[in-house]
């Protein structure tokens, strides 16, 4: 046999082999990406849905209030104040405790040696001592006390009265902030629309390439505003958050859309009356009132220092050397005020009493300027938000859908429609920004008006209980 024949034969044989083998390993390979794909497709279908929706939630500017009087650390803090004066009150009103005492004497060191033991021996006397006080310290202590627990009170409710306007201020940004990122969506929204009718009529060559590249330029100026808007809304939760303690499920809490409505009352009322109102009611000038009674009272009881308290004694004398050798007897104590009469203590309340008093005119002052203020400021952002309101919006939105109209008719460019979208935008997020600005105005004039803050004081007890101000749950797909 020839060498050729014999290479040839070993070639079939191994072409034989592999026509064998080739369809059983396309099967068992086949098998094997059919198992990766399913079990990739496994993976992807557990990872959707082991990652649960993100929920939103909602609240209200009186639940953000709420939570804030139940849940702020620093409002928690000045309340305990309170608790604090509330502990003065019962140690002003407490009564000196009597004095006991017990004495040996008649001591001696032979009444130790035997033989005399039975002769020296040592006398006893116990005695119990009272002070008394005259002159009704007691009960101007326990005045004075009760008057600072008032003032207490009413500063907490001033700490309230300005930390709510925080609350509100913080909210009204989150609040704008949800704004902001809706117009910031709704001009990407609407570039990405034009775009893609631009794009059929780039093809078509019923627009340059150059007025597309514009449309497509400021698209991505537009998408950038975006991100900006949502760094901003994510700064505003938190500064809100932070306020309101973190309460639970609340990364993506958002702000009812719900501007304030001013109150006739004092919307509609002058300065005068404002001002006149605000002296009478507001925390501050209340506690500066309160302090200016409690400090008579502190001079009253210093006054009455000068009087003398009195104690009384009373003892038992057992003495075997006596003749008589159980006794006993009261005695009275009374220090003489003969080289001091507390004048340092009456001049010292004197001082406080005048400093009290230029308090008060001080505060009644700041009140005055307070309100003027805000007055003012608040009739200002409020006739800028009316303005816009009440012409500014409807123009500017009628002008927007007049440019597109033109430009899809061929009247005017690329350009005049840019600078309509432009123009939209600035113009919306004016007028969002002049309602947040008059909103934080009326905040700032109910803070200098003095608004009730009922919650301001809870008890302990209650500073857990925030169920009635939890936030609303917001389906995700709204």
Request: proline share 4%; hydrophobic share 45%; aromatic share 8%.
């Amino acid at each position: 046999m020839y060498p050729g024949v014999q290479v040839d034969r070993e070639r079939v044989d191994v072409l034989n082999l592999l026509s064998n083998v080739l369809p059983a390993v396309r099967i068992a390979l086949g098998i094997m990406l059919f198992s990766s794909i399913s079990a990739m497709l496994h993976a992807a279908s557990f990872t959707v849905q082991s990652e649960p929706a993100k929920e939103e939630f909602s609240i209200t500017e009186q639940q953000a209030i709420a939570l804030f009087y139940q849940r702020n650390l620093g409002l928690i803090a000045a309340s305990l104040n309170i608790d604090n004066a509330r502990a003065r009150e019962i140690i002003a009103a407490a009564i000196p405790n009597p004095v006991f005492s017990f004495t040996v004497h008649e001591l001696a060191p032979k009444a130790f040696a035997p033989e005399s033991r039975h002769l020296a021996i040592p006398a006893y006397l116990p005695q119990i001592q009272q002070l008394i006080e005259t002159a009704g310290k007691r009960r101007l202590r326990i005045e004075s006390s009760e008057l600072a627990t008032e003032a207490v009170n009413f500063d907490v409710q001033d700490v309230a009265r300005v930390l709510t306007n925080t609350v509100r201020r913080s909210f009204y940004n989150l609040l704008l902030a949800q704004k902001t990122i809706k117009v910031a969506r709704d001009n990407l929204e609407h570039y990405r629309e034009i775009l893609r009718v631009n794009e059929i009529r780039l093809k078509v060559g019923d627009v340059a390439e150059m007025d597309f590249v514009r449309i497509e330029v400021e698209s991505l100026k537009v998408q950038s505003d975006q991100d900006q808007a949502r760094a901003a809304l994510d700064q505003a939760r938190a500064e809100l958050l932070l306020l309101l303690g973190w309460p639970e499920n609340s990364v993506e809490i958002n702000a009812v859309e719900t501007w304030p409505q001013a109150t006739p009352e004092i919307a509609l009322a002058t300065q005068d009356q404002l001002v006149e109102r605000a002296l009478e009611r507001r925390p501050d000038m209340r506690a500066a009132r309160v302090r200016i009674a409690q400090a008579r009272k502190v001079l009253t009881l210093a006054q009455r220092q000068v009087i003398p308290d009195v104690t009384i004694s009373a003892f038992y004398d057992q003495d075997q050397g006596n003749q008589f050798p159980r006794t006993g007897g009261v005695g009275i104590s009374i220090p003489i005020p003969l080289f001091y009469q507390q004048k340092g203590e009456i001049s010292q309340a004197r001082v406080g009493l005048t400093s009290s008093e230029l308090a008060l005119r001080q505060a009644e002052y700041d009140v005055r300027a307070e309100v003027m203020k805000a007055s003012a400021a608040w009739q200002s952002a409020d006739a800028i938000a009316r303005r816009f309101e009440t012409y500014v919006v409807k123009k500017i939105e009628a002008l927007r859908k007049a440019q597109e109209i033109a430009y899809q008719k061929g009247a005017v460019g690329v350009l005049d429609l840019i600078d309509a979208e432009r123009s939209y935008r600035t113009i919306m997020l004016d007028y969002y920004a002049a309602l947040a600005n008059r909103s934080k105005a009326w905040a700032d004039l109910l803070m200098a008006y003095g608004e009730e803050t009922g919650n301001s004081h809870r008890n302990s007890s209650d500073r857990d209980d925030w169920r009635y101000a939890r936030p609303q749950r917001v389906n995700p797909g709204k």
